[in-house]
């Protein structure tokens, strides 16, 4: 076992050469990379054009890589903080321009700043940034941002606006992310938004570089155009390229991994060899740099106007479980805090929740971090094969129990958002159902979503209805709902219902009360000898014996959904074991040669080079239907053997008899193996023309036209919302969302896979359950015996339109209804009745609660229809707010104040665009 001291060193090593850009043959010592450095710094010493050059000093910032998170918060909030006031201290002497600028992001500066530190520090600290010697950028840190939910990444920057704010300073117009940072386009919309001009994209310099240019203007789907530098590394060169046009130039001074600011004396030296060259330089911020560049002429800066694939994505679905989590928990948050907003419109007593929504959004934004554990796989071997069932059988050594705690560290920011908005929210749609006006029990179903939707509901009707009911009936009128009921297996009672609640108002609720009204069943088919189950949507026939959907037919169209001849079956589990072949292939291509240390840990710790790829299907499954009151349900369940196997399987496929749905259900048993493997959901689609349409954070994307930069990731996407399959001359295909697996590959699967460009030819879609391959520090095992599972929706269209085929059906699907039953008789609201209304559908309300930026009540919607126009927000019935102060992403004013008329906003939308308000009563 290694000491800790040897351990710390290997580590220092890892990120001497993992943050460097220099030749690493795997023999050279330190000595010898630091002679290339300076090598390489006098050759490209020629004096250029530039006259003035602002030096901006940062360390990368990476939570739980280096250490522990705790370890790493405790060192910023103590000795790196002690380092920074002292290298400040040492030349505050000097003029301004030459003393020590530190800049940091968002959150690390707020741990600095936390309400345990030592008070003669948080003084110093605090005169540091009054001073201006301490600057805060405006993102929060670097992130795989395509992970998130726009609300997310909004509340992100109120770190920086807040402490710029408390100090009397100008909110950053600056910004910037290293390392592993997503390039979704999302990021030129949300920074142009909230008011920042400028943004350093520092790329993840151990994979080949993007081939787009160092300095452009990068334009948003909305349109928004940022300006942005570009170079594959944490900082950049002192000196600008051979061919730089402009006379100002950035060089941002990068440390390693958390290792904090250079030694005092690196100022002088910076400064003095850029007077040997007769440069003007200055110590400063980011902000001086976009200050100084923008009074240049820009006019000929190019424009990229693409979406850029995360090439490190895969690694956030080694957390499938966390993952899924993250995907159905984070529009709770937004759920929470708007449902609060309107009860207390409606009368309803609630208790102030804006620090437990602040909180979890804080958690969930962390798990979009771009650090997921620790960095001991760039130097631990791992084991494979019988080797690795020993030690897993024997229990893990502390250095991989320690892997295992940081790779927790992380789950637990998800783990968090879900205990502070669970009960909060459950606990307000139950205050809901009792302020209804009625003498009876009932059961209130609350719609988060701007329109009026239909949605099953699960409820609990045993306690407050019993058992005596055969359907449920709106007491504002209109037909009553047929109820399945889930009998308990232990007595002949249904503790559990369930039922499609129609016509919900948006951001509203409706009241059902037992009732004996018999309701007209949906005409649902099951035979289990042919496989068939059929709703009056779709018709379905199952293959048990070889473990997969032969036939989807869309019953309104009369078309096959299905391929039934591609490699893999339509809802089959996928099952993939790489070879050495495979992962140094994947690395040959997509890793510079130079990066030795994280081909170690892919491929060379002693993974045998003489075991074949090999992969698995389930075969020879049994089949069950079940039938409903309301949907018709196949089940296959089964076992795959095989390397890594056995894994206990089951695919169930439910056909909805009251919407236009089918819904798949993979579930997987497994064991942990630290052999590179991934699973998925095949869904290999029937289409002519193929066309494909993915819902990513911010906007929908053609991955052809709008996805058209060099060695991004072309294999494997995020996405936020769904996927649309469809012929690309008639318009007519398939959607789908999965609520909790949000990756997908196009055409084939992309585990391993890497491409200057691709575009996929087939209408394949392959949903990525898990997979362990980007494992510099993320997992390397994945499960522990435990059944793991998810979703897919399924609904077909006439001819694909943005909102109708995509955004809002999945949305439907990603945000469930809320439900709350009550015995309390002396309530004062009306039996329906609904929140905020918009004019149309296809934009999202993200905010509508306590300013996160200052006084009053923040209204956000999001448009994601690719439609502008002229838009119109009906307002809860109730609302005294009469004016609308339209402001940027961090709350600063932008337009003169909206006059709010009979509780009705009206204003002008730009597609894919944010409009944000502040409302006044």
């Not at 053609?702 to 060099?710: A, F, L, N, Y």
Request: hydrophobic share 35%; proline share 7%.
């Amino acid at each position: 076992m290694r000491s800790k001291s040897t351990v710390l060193l290997a580590f220092s090593l890892v990120s001497f050469l993992i943050s460097n850009a220099q030749n690493y043959d795997g023999k050279s010592t330190l000595t010898d990379v630091k002679q290339a450095t300076e090598k390489e710094k006098k050759k490209n010493s020629k004096k250029p054009n530039v006259k003035n050059v602002i030096i901006v000093y940062k360390t990368h910032f990476d939570i739980g890589y280096s250490e522990l998170v705790q370890q790493v918060v405790h060192d910023y909030r103590t000795s790196m903080a002690d380092k920074v006031l002292a290298a400040i201290d040492v030349n505050s002497s000097q003029p301004k321009d030459k003393q020590f600028v530190w800049t940091v992001s968002g959150w690390p500066m707020k741990q600095i700043l936390w309400d345990g530190q030592a008070p003669e520090r948080k003084r110093k600290i605090e005169k540091a940034i009054a001073d201006g010697n301490l600057a805060v950028h405006a993102l929060p840190f670097s992130m795989h941002l395509e992970t998130s939910d726009p609300e997310d990444l909004v509340r992100g920057l109120n770190y920086s606006s807040t402490l710029a704010r408390k100090f009397g300073q100008p909110l950053s117009i600056s910004a910037k992310m290293s390392d592993a940072p997503s390039y979704s386009w999302f990021i030129p919309t949300l920074l142009t938004n909230a008011g920042v001009k400028f943004y350093h994209m520092g790329g993840p310099q151990v994979n080949m570089d993007y081939g787009i240019p160092p300095f452009f203007w990068w334009e948003g789907p909305d349109g928004s155009r940022l300006l942005t530098l570009y170079n594959n590394g944490y900082g950049n060169d002192e000196l600008p390229p051979a061919n730089w046009p402009y006379k100002t130039w950035l060089h941002i001074s990068m440390t390693g991994d958390n290792q904090g600011p250079p030694s005092p004396e690196t100022i002088a030296k910076d400064l003095a060899y850029y007077k040997s060259l007769g440069i003007n330089a200055k110590v400063g911020k980011m902000d001086d740099f976009a200050d100084m560049i923008m009074k240049e002429d820009l006019s000929k800066l190019p424009v990229v106007r693409s979406d850029m694939g995360d090439v490190w994505i895969q690694g956030v679905m080694s957390m499938p479980e966390a993952t899924k989590l993250a995907q159905n928990i984070r529009p709770s948050i937004a759920g929470m805090d708007e449902l609060t907003t309107i009860e207390k419109i409606w009368g309803i007593y609630r208790p102030d929740l804006h620090n437990i929504t602040a909180e979890a959004y804080e958690n969930s934004l962390l798990y979009s971090e771009h650090t997921w554990g620790l960095a001991n796989q760039h130097y631990i071997k791992t084991p494979y094969g019988k080797a690795w069932e020993e030690m897993w059988n024997k229990g893990l050594p502390p250095q991989f129990k320690l892997l295992e705690q940081s790779w927790k560290d992380k789950a637990d920011y998800i783990n968090n958002v879900e205990k502070l908005v669970t009960n909060p929210y459950r606990d307000g749609v139950a205050s809901l159902a009792d302020n209804v006006k009625v003498d009876g029990n009932r059961i209130v179903v609350y719609n988060p979503l701007p329109w009026k939707r239909d949605a099953e509901v699960i409820v609990d009707t045993r306690l407050i209805f019993g058992n005596d009911f055969v359907s449920l009936k709106p007491l504002d009128g209109g037909p009553a709902a047929a109820v399945s009921h889930e009998y308990s297996a232990i007595e002949d009672k249904a503790p559990m219902s369930r039922f499609v609640a129609k016509d919900i108002p948006p951001m509203g609720y409706r009241t059902y009360v037992a009732s004996m009204d018999k309701v007209d069943a949906p005409e649902l088919k099951s035979d289990k000898n042919s496989g068939v189950i059929e709703s009056p949507f779709f018709k379905a026939t199952i293959d048990a014996k070889r473990g997969r959907i032969v036939s989807l037919i869309d019953k309104r169209s009369g078309k096959e959904l299905v391929d039934a001849n591609a490699p893999q079956g339509f809802g089959q589990y996928f099952y993939q074991r790489f070879d050495y072949k495979d992962v140094s292939g994947w690395l040959d291509k997509s890793l510079y040669p130079k990066y030795i240390a994280h081909r170690f840990c892919f491929a060379s710790y002693d993974m045998p080079q003489d075991v074949p790829y090999s992969s698995a299907l389930p075969q020879d499954m049994t089949l069950d239907v079940e039938k409903s009151e309301i949907d018709v349900k196949a089940v296959m369940t089964g076992t795959i053997p095989g390397p890594g196997l056995p894994q206990k399987v089951s695919i169930s496929l439910t056909l909805s008899g009251m919407t236009p749905t089918a819904d798949l259900e993979v579930s997987w048993q497994k064991q942990p193996d630290s052999w590179p493997e991934t699973a998925w959901i095949s869904l290999p689609f029937k289409c002519e023309n193929t066309k494909f349409r993915l819902g990513r954070i911010g906007a929908d994307v053609d991955p052809v036209k709008d996805m058209v930069i060099d060695n991004s990731n072309h294999h494997l996407s995020w996405v936020n919302s769904g996927v649309a399959v469809y012929d690309g001359t008639t318009g007519a295909g398939v959607g789908i969302c999965s609520p909790d697996a949000p990756m997908v590959s196009l055409g084939e699967p992309g585990e391993y896979k890497f491409d200057k460009r691709y575009e996929p030819k087939k209408p394949y879609v392959y949903i990525n359950l898990y997979n362990n391959q980007w494992r510099t520090n993320f997992p390397a095992w994945i499960g522990n015996g435990q059944r793991m599972s998810a979703k897919v929706r399924i609904w077909a269209f006439d001819k694909f339109s943005s909102e109708s085929s995509l955004y809002t059906p999945s949305m439907e699907t990603r945000v469930p209804m809320q439900v709350a039953s009550s015995k309390v008789s002396n309530g004062k609201l009306p039996v329906t009745q609904q929140g905020i209304a918009l004019s149309r559908k296809g934009v999202a309300v993200t905010a509508f609660g306590p300013n996160p930026d200052g006084d009053g009540t923040v209204l956000r919607v999001w448009e994601q229809g690719g439609i502008s126009d002229k838009f119109e927000i009906t307002l809860p019935q109730g609302a005294k707010f009469v004016t609308a102060q339209p402001v940027n992403l961090r709350g600063e004013n932008s337009g003169e104040p909206i006059k709010i008329t009979n509780g009705k906003l009206t204003f002008d939308i730009h597609a894919y665009a944010p409009v944000s308000f502040i409302l006044k009563e």
